[in-house]
């Protein structure tokens, strides 16, 4: 998406893509689409400065927007195509679900607290994302609006929730961070039939947790 909007930004951006290459990532399509969300809108403002270093930082509500690296790993292990439909699973300030618009997929995100949802959508909408957002428990996923081709969950899960699982499309895949506290281990899920699922790990990696039900 083209916007007006402070050249500084453009160059600082250009710097935090530059670093990702460096640090492996290797999918351009990922890189442009990292390249074009203006990560600054979606942090606080006295934040501003630091929006397009590779850092997480704090977006109220005991959350953080992740790190920009672990955005680009989940969303190259992903592998998305133009069309497709993505559930993630934790909407937070709305950045994952922004990168996913700017590939061309059809986004349906869930959060499960009510101040960072109301917040994301109204955010991504102003910025001319248009993913579909839901505020409840993405243990849950969205049973009546799945099957997904792909399902991405940005909290750290204790394992991998089964009604998750079964939301998947035969031959899609799923991106979850599995482990407890300060240390998940990054899983790709892939259902190759009805009842087989192959899982591969993916590299050590530190999230928020994913937590039962939902706040107000
Ligand atoms: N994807 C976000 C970062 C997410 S941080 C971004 O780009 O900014 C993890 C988010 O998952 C938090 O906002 C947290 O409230 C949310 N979360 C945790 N457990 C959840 C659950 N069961 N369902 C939905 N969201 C959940």
């Given at each position: 998406?083209?916007?007006?909007?402070?050249?500084?930004?453009?160059?600082?951006?250009?710097?935090?893509?530059?670093?990702?290459k460096?640090?492996?990532?290797?999918?351009?399509?990922?890189?442009?689409?990292?390249?074009?969300v203006?990560?600054?809108?979606?942090?606080?403002?006295?934040?501003?400065?630091?929006?397009?270093?590779?850092?997480?930082?704090?977006?109220?509500?005991?959350?953080?927007?992740?790190?920009?690296?672990?955005?680009?790993?989940?969303?190259?292990?992903?592998?998305?195509?133009?069309?497709?439909?993505?559930?993630?699973?934790?909407?937070?300030?709305?950045?994952?679900?922004?990168?996913?618009?700017?590939?061309?997929?059809?986004?349906?995100?869930?959060?499960?607290?009510?101040?960072?949802?109301?917040?994301?959508?109204?955010?991504?909408?102003?910025?001319?994302?248009?993913?579909?957002?839901?505020?409840?428990?993405?243990?849950?996923?969205l049973?009546?609006?799945?099957?997904?081709?792909?399902?991405?969950?940005?909290?750290?899960?204790?394992?991998?929730?089964?009604?998750?699982?079964?939301?998947?499309?035969?031959?899609?895949?799923?991106?979850?961070?599995?482990?407890?506290?300060?240390?998940?281990?990054?899983?790709?899920?892939?259902?190759?039939?009805?009842?087989?699922?192959?899982?591969?790990?993916h590299?050590?990696?530190?999230?928020?947790?994913?937590?039962?039900?939902?706040v107000?």
């Amino acid at each position: 998406m083209t916007r007006n909007e402070d050249p500084r930004y453009l160059g600082l951006r250009k710097r935090l893509v530059d670093a990702l290459k460096i640090k492996g990532i290797k999918d351009e399509r990922v890189l442009q689409a990292i390249g074009n969300v203006p990560r600054h809108a979606f942090l606080e403002s006295s934040f501003l400065h630091y929006a397009y270093r590779d850092q997480a930082f704090p977006i109220g509500a005991g959350q953080t927007i992740s790190q920009p690296y672990t955005v680009a790993f989940q969303t190259q292990l992903l592998q998305v195509e133009p069309g497709c439909k993505v559930l993630e699973i934790g909407t937070g300030s709305g950045y994952q679900a922004a990168v996913l618009c700017e590939m061309g997929v059809r986004v349906y995100t869930i959060e499960r607290q009510r101040e960072l949802y109301v917040k994301a959508k109204a955010l991504l909408a102003d910025l001319g994302y248009d993913p579909l957002v839901f505020y409840g428990d993405g243990y849950k996923g969205l049973p009546t609006y799945g099957p997904f081709d792909r399902i991405l969950v940005t909290a750290g899960a204790p394992v991998i929730p089964p009604e998750l699982k079964f939301q998947l499309i035969c031959g899609g895949r799923m991106v979850i961070p599995v482990g407890f506290e300060d240390h998940q281990e990054m899983m790709l899920v892939v259902r190759n039939s009805e009842t087989d699922f192959s899982t591969e790990k993916h590299g050590a990696f530190i999230f928020v947790p994913m937590l039962k039900g939902t706040v107000n």
